[in-house]
């Protein structure tokens, strides 16, 4: 009796302590899918622009909105440390290219 007690109580713990499955599992490939589309869509506005500073899309948005949610969900995640370093490539271009003169 007090070993199926101790059992239960060492379940229970377990069951409640554990880390949830979905902290442990990899993004969904439709999630970084998504995630990828919309960052394409906004390099390839970043790099019609020349060099010029432009506006942030939509798809911009959606893209640094997706690759946040990501890098909180799953930071160690190696596409998902790729999708971030492109992510913030391109946000560094969409400001315009400056130049620095000094004497």
């Known amino acids: ?3 199926l007690r101790a059992l239960i109580l060492v ?3 377990t069951l409640t302590f554990s880390t949830p499955a979905s902290a ?5 490939r439709l ?11 906004f390099q390839e506005q ?5 060099g010029r500073p432009i506006k942030m899309s939509e798809s911009g ?8 949610s990501l890098m909180r969900s799953h930071p160690d995640h190696p596409r998902v440390i790729e999708l971030f ?7 560094r271009l969409s400001k315009g290219k400056t130049f620095e003169i000094t004497d």
């Open 1 to 3: 009796m007090c070993l």
């Open 11 to 13: 379940s229970i713990a």
């Open 24 to 28: 442990a599992d990899p993004p969904s």
């Open 31 to 41: 999630t970084l899918d998504t995630a990828e589309y919309h960052l394409k869509n």
């Open 46 to 50: 970043v790099s019609n622009a020349k």
């Open 61 to 68: 948005k959606e893209a640094l909105k997706r690759i946040k």
């Open 85 to 91: 370093d492109q992510a913030k490539a391109a946000l």
